[in-house]
C-alpha cells in the first residue's frame, strides 16, 4: 500500500496505527480461493462454462455472444437487443432517416416499443423542458463542492435530487416515469456543469456556464455545453449520438444495472438506486474500462517505435501479457468480454464510423494500430496464456478512441457513458417495482469464520 498518497490528515501515531491494523487486517481475513469451489459459490455469480447465474428476468434488452450445442458454449458472432429489435438494425434506420437516435431510442427501452411521430415529439418536448436544473442546484451541489471525479459529482448530484423532489417517495407508475425523464434529461447538464466546476477549481481554467438550447438534440447540447466556444460539426454530434445508443443498455446482469435493481427492490426511491448504479459505473471493470484502454495505447505508442511493425507491435503486446509493460496488471484492456466471443456489434459498429472519422481528422495511423492490436491480439493471448477462449474487441477498445478523435477528454469518458446507460437503469428500475417477482433480491454468502470465545479485554 502506498501511504505516501494518504492525505495530510494523520499525525504520525495515527499512520503507524492504521499500517499496523492494515498489517493485521490482510493476514487475518484472507480467504482461500479454494473455498470456492469447495462450497459451490460461483465467484462473481459467474458459472463454471463463463456463463452468468441467472437471476432474474426483463423484457428490456438481451446480449447474444454465444449458444449452447451439446451442453457445451459455442461462439457466435454477437448481437445486442433491445426490446426484441437488434441495435444494428435499430441504428440503420434512423441513421437512414437522417435522424438522431438517442431520444427514440430512449423511448422504446423506457416504454417497450417505438415511438410514433407524435410521441416522439411529445418526448423530445418534455426532455428538452427538463434539460434545465433546479434553481440553485449548480451553485449550491456542484460549484460549492467541487469534485476533481466527475463521476462522483454526478452520483452526488443524483441523491441530491430528492431533496429538490416534491413528493420523492410517491412510488406511483406516472411518478416514476416522469422522474426517469427528468434523470435523463438532468444527466447531461450535471455532468457538464461538474466538468466546467472541476476544470476551474483543479485545472485553474476560466469558468464557462453553457445553458442548453433549445431545438438542439441531446448529442449536440452536450457537445455545445462542454466547450468554451460552443462550436461543433455535426459529423460529431451524430458520432456521439451513435455512442450513446451502443452505451444505453447491455442487459440486466451487468454490474450497474444489476445494482439497481438490487437496491430497487429493497423498495427504496428512485434517486439512491440510480445513485449506486453511477456509483458502480465509475470502477474501471466496468464504466471506467474505456479510459484504461487509452492509457494502455498511450504506453504502446510511445514505447513502440513503428506502429505498423507487426514484429514489434506483437512483441510489446506480449510484454503486457506477460505483466513486463503497462501497468503490469497482465491485461490487454478492451480486449475479450464476459459473453461476446466472435464480435461485439458496439464494437463492430464504431470501428466502422470511426474510420471515416480518423481519416477526417489525420488520425488514420492510429487508427489503424488499434486496428492491428486487435488483430494480433487473441492469437498472442492464447500463446501467451494457453487459454483458447474465444477473444474479440469490445465497446470500450474503441469508443475512448472515438471520443479522442472528438476532442472530448478522458475525463469525459465515463461520464458520457452514464449519460447513455442511465436510460437503461430506469427501464430496469421501473420493471423491477413494476413487473417483476416483488421480492428482495438476497443473495446468501457461506460463512467461514471459526466460532470462537469472547476474550475479556483485559486478557486480549
Wanted: hydrophobic share 40%; proline share 5%; net charge negative.
Amino acid at each position: 500500500m502506498n501511504y505516501n498518497a494518504m492525505p495530510d490528515l494523520l499525525d504520525s501515531q495515527s499512520l503507524s496505527f492504521l499500517q499496523d491494523i492494515c498489517g493485521q487486517y490482510v493476514s487475518q481475513n484472507r480467504i482461500s480461493p479454494d473455498l470456492y469451489e469447495r462450497y459451490g459459490v460461483k465467484r462473481g455469480l459467474r458459472n463454471a462454462d463463463g456463463t452468468g447465474v441467472m437471476a432474474g428476468i426483463t423484457q428490456i434488452g438481451s446480449v447474444r455472444g454465444y449458444y449452447i450445442q451439446d451442453g457445451e458454449k459455442a461462439p457466435a458472432e454477437g448481437q445486442l437487443i433491445y426490446r426484441g429489435i437488434d441495435v444494428t438494425e435499430l441504428i440503420r434506420g434512423f441513421m437512414s432517416e437522417g435522424r438522431f437516435g438517442f431520444e427514440e431510442t430512449a423511448y422504446l427501452l423506457l416504454f417497450g416499443k417505438l415511438p410514433d411521430r407524435a410521441q416522439l415529439d411529445a418526448f423530445r418536448s418534455l426532455l428538452e423542458h427538463y434539460r434545465t436544473l433546479p434553481p440553485g442546484f449548480t451553485e449550491d451541489m456542484i460549484l460549492k463542492a467541487p469534485s476533481p471525479d466527475v463521476m462522483n459529482k454526478l452520483a452526488r448530484s443524483t441523491l441530491a435530487l430528492y431533496s429538490y423532489d416534491p413528493d420523492p417517495e410517491n412510488s406511483c407508475l406516472e411518478a416514476e416515469f416522469f422522474r426517469a425523464i427528468q434523470l435523463i434529461a438532468h444527466f447531461p447538464v450535471i455532468v457538464a456543469h461538474a466538468f466546467a466546476c472541476k476544470r476551474h477549481y483543479y485545472d485553474n481554467e476560466s469558468l464557462y456556464l453553457h445553458r442548453p438550447q433549445a431545438g438542439l438534440s441531446l448529442a449536440e447540447n452536450f457537445l455545445y455545453s462542454v466547450r468554451h466556444d460552443n462550436q461543433f460539426t455535426q459529423d460529431e454530434a451524430r458520432l456521439l449520438d451513435l455512442c450513446l445508443v451502443l452505451h444505453m443498455e447491455h442487459g440486466g446482469g451487468n454490474n450497474s444495472a444489476f445494482a439497481c435493481r438490487v437496491l430497487s427492490s429493497s423498495g427504496t426511491d428512485i434517486y439512491s438506486a440510480i445513485a449506486a448504479a453511477v456509483g458502480s459505473l465509475k470502477g474501471p471493470r466496468h464504466g471506467g474500462a474505456n479510459k484504461k484502454v487509452m492509457e494502455m495505447f498511450h504506453h504502446i505508442e510511445r514505447e513502440v517505435s513503428d506502429w505498423t511493425d507487426e514484429g514489434e507491435v506483437s512483441a510489446y503486446l506480449e510484454k503486457l501479457l506477460r505483466r513486463e509493460a503497462g501497468d503490469r496488471s497482465g491485461l490487454i484492456y478492451g480486449m475479450g468480454h464476459a459473453i461476446y466471443t466472435l464480435s461485439d456489434p458496439r464494437a463492430v459498429l464504431l470501428k466502422q464510423f470511426a474510420r471515416g472519422v480518423a481519416e477526417r481528422k489525420g488520425m488514420l495511423a492510429e487508427f489503424e494500430l488499434f486496428e492491428l492490436v486487435e488483430r494480433l491480439t487473441p492469437g498472442l493471448f492464447h500463446r501467451v496464456t494457453g487459454q483458447d477462449k474465444a477473444m474479440c474487441a469490445n465497446v470500450d477498445f474503441y469508443s475512448g478512441l472515438v471520443y479522442k478523435m472528438m476532442g472530448i477528454p478522458p475525463e469525459l469518458y465515463t461520464p458520457l457513458f452514464a449519460i447513455a446507460r442511465v436510460v437503461g437503469w430506469c427501464a430496469h428500475r421501473i420493471e423491477e417495482v413494476f413487473a417483476s417477482s416483488g421480492r428482495i433480491i438476497r443473495p446468501a454468502y457461506k460463512a467461514v469464520c471459526p466460532q470462537r470465545l469472547y476474550t475479556p479485554l483485559d486478557q486480549r
